[in-house]
C-alpha cells in the first residue's frame, strides 16, 4: 500500500483528492496539511511514500516545502500537483527535488498512475510541462547560465560525481541531470569534458575558481 500527504490550502480539494484515493485499495491517505510548513512537519513524521504538493500557498508556498524536505533528507517522493505550468513555476519546483509535476485538470486515472510511478521513484511530468522542458533543453544558447547552473558545473570541473554534487547543493540528483542538459544546451556541447572545457573559454570561471 502507497502512504500519501495530501498538502493544499483548499479543505475542499484536500478533501476529494483524500476520497478519490481512499476509494482505492493501493493508497492510504495518512495526513493532510494546509501549507508548506504544515507539510513538512507532518512528513518528518509520517514519512509517506508520496507528498501530493500543491504550489501556491499562504506562508510557505510549495517549493520552499519542497526545498526543506530535500534538505531534511526526507525520503518522501514529491508529486506537484497545481494548476500552473508555467516555466516560472515547473523550472523552481524541479529544481527543489519534485519527482514529478501534474497539473490539477489531470484524469483520475493518470493521477493514479503518476502516484504509482513517484512512490517508485520515477519521475512524472504533464505533457504540457514536458513540453516545455523538452524546449528549454533543446534550444542552444537559451541564455546565460543560472547562478544554480554555475554552481553545477563548479562541482563538475572540481571531478564532482551527479550524486556528490547533488548532495553538496541539497537537491536531488535527478535535478542535477535536469541542469546538466540545460548546461549542454546553453554552451552548445555534448557531455561533461566539452561543458568544462567551453566555460573556461568563455571565462564563465577560471582554474583558480
Do not use: W
Amino acid at each position: 500500500m502507497i502512504t500519501l500527504l495530501v498538502v493544499d490550502d483548499h479543505p475542499v480539494v484536500r478533501d476529494g483528492l483524500t476520497g478519490m484515493l481512499a476509494s482505492d485499495p493501493d493508497f492510504d491517505v495518512v495526513g493532510q496539511a494546509a501549507d508548506g510548513a504544515e507539510a513538512v512537519r507532518l512528513a518528518r513524521t509520517l514519512r509517506p511514500d508520496v507528498v501530493l504538493m500543491d504550489l501556491r500557498m499562504p506562508g510557505t508556498d510549495g517549493v520552499a516545502a519542497i526545498a526543506e524536505l530535500t534538505r531534511l533528507g526526507v525520503p518522501s517522493r514529491v508529486l506537484v500537483l497545481t494548476t500552473y505550468d508555467a516555466d516560472a513555476y515547473v523550472v523552481p519546483a524541479i529544481e527543489a527535488g519534485a519527482t514529478g509535476y501534474l497539473l490539477k485538470d489531470a484524469p483520475r486515472d493518470e493521477l493514479l498512475r503518476a502516484v504509482r510511478a513517484a512512490a517508485r521513484g520515477e519521475s512524472v511530468l504533464a505533457p504540457s510541462v514536458a513540453g516545455r522542458l523538452m524546449h528549454r533543453v533543446r534550444t542552444p544558447g537559451a541564455g546565460p547560465l543560472s547562478p544554480r547552473e554555475l554552481q553545477v558545473l563548479e562541482l563538475v570541473a572540481a571531478g564532482r560525481s551527479n550524486h556528490e554534487a547533488a548532495a553538496d547543493l541539497f537537491i536531488s540528483e535527478a535535478t542535477v541531470k535536469t541542469h546538466l542538459l540545460n548546461i549542454y544546451a546553453k554552451l552548445g556541447v555534448g557531455d561533461r569534458a566539452a561543458a568544462v572545457a567551453e566555460a573556461f573559454h568563455r571565462g564563465l570561471f577560471t582554474p583558480n575558481g
